[in-house]
């Protein structure tokens, strides 16, 4: 069991229990086409499979994180403390992009990542340390992108901030080892997934109101053609065999269980009625192909622990 090393937005960790106890008794490959912080991934140390994101500067630094842990560690830990004076030896160090003088260390370092140099001067590795420094330095540790897929997080507070993460690194790279890293849409998987296969989806959820702040994972939002779109492929998998496991928003709830899926509602906040009128307002859906007689005896004995 291995802690994500990217705290990301939509992480799984509080759901992993509910999400075992709908596991197959077994199953061959896994995949996870929205991977994100990858908790799930991470806590299951699957030996093969595929994980993907759109998010290309994501891909990009587990794939560094898998083949070159020494040299990302090493680059880590040659940054400095994000309060710390910009470091005047580098680029950017003057100014951001709107012409803002850059005070300290952490704006140095995001103004960096945000001017992403291309060609020649693109450097994988700094991309992926800029990445993992920002996620540990920035408020809330979460990352956001602006309109124009800038990062716009400003320092966070930290006593001791820890942007190295040697160990998670290592682990990460072990567990990545066999897994193949893709940076496409969540469509690839009807390519990939295999009769006896199992893929967890953890799409950006639908927008539950106009506040909702569910399509802040990158600049291009996941809408209701996404959503539809998403829902085809579940059950393209589910004719082909697949073990489908899905989290998403309450209001998907309908769609999915009038697909024939396994429905039921999950969070801490359940607000539906007994009818089923208000299912808007539950936080979150947990749909499945896997009947409760083919889950593994992972969850029952869960059960008889609590
Ligand atoms: C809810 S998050 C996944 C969180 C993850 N389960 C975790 O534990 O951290 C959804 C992810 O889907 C990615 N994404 C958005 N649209 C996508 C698409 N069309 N295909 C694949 N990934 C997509 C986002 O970049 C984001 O990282």
């Known amino acids: 069991m291995v802690k994500p090393i990217l705290k990301w937005a939509g992480g799984k960790r509080q759901l992993l229990d509910e999400l075992y106890s709908r596991f197959p008794e077994s199953y061959s490959h896994y995949h996870e086409p929205f991977f994100g912080g990858g908790a799930l991934f991470f806590d299951i140390e699957p030996d093969n499979g595929t994980i993907n994101d759109t998010n290309t500067r994501l891909i990009n630094f587990?794939?560094?994180?898998?083949d070159h842990p020494d040299e990302l560690i090493n680059l880590l830990q040659s940054?400095?403390?994000?309060?710390?004076?910009?470091?005047s030896n580098r680029r950017f160090s003057d100014t951001n992009r709107k012409g803002k003088e850059i005070k300290n260390y952490y704006y140095q370092q995001r103004e960096l990542f945000n001017n992403r140099p291309h060609g020649d001067e693109y450097d994988e590795l700094e991309e992926a340390a800029l990445l993992l420094y920002l996620n540990r330095t920035c408020y809330n540790g979460l990352y956001r992108e602006n309109s124009?897929?800038?990062f716009n997080v400003p320092i966070g507070r930290y006593s001791n901030p820890d942007w190295v993460r040697e160990d998670e690194i290592r682990k990460a790279s072990r567990v990545l080892e066999d897994t193949d890293i893709r940076n496409t849409g969540f469509e690839y998987i009807t390519e990939v997934a295999?009769?006896?296969?199992?893929?967890?989806?953890?799409?950006?959820?639908k927008p539950m109101s106009s506040t909702a702040y569910f399509t802040d994972y990158s600049a291009e939002g996941f809408g209701k053609e996404d959503q539809e779109h998403l829902r085809d492929v579940a059950q393209e998998l589910n004719e082909n065999g697949v073990n489908v496991i899905l989290s998403n928003?309450?209001?998907?709830?309908?769609?999915?269980?009038?697909?024939g899926f396994h429905v039921e509602v999950e969070g801490a906040t359940r607000s539906i009625n007994s009818d089923g009128d208000n299912r808007d307002e539950v936080d979150e859906i947990i749909a499945t192909n896997i009947t409760p007689?083919?889950?593994?005896?992972?969850?029952?004995?869960?059960?008889?622990?609590?």
């Open 62 to 66: 587990y794939k560094q994180a898998r």
């Open 79 to 87: 940054f400095d403390d994000p309060e710390s004076d910009p470091d």
């Open 148 to 150: 124009s897929g800038g």
């Open 194 to 205: 295999e009769e006896g296969d199992l893929v967890y989806f953890d799409p950006p959820y």
């Open 249 to 259: 928003s309450g209001v998907m709830y309908e769609i999915y269980d009038e697909a």
């Open 293 to 306: 007689e083919e889950r593994q005896r992972a969850g029952q004995q869960g059960l008889a622990d609590f």
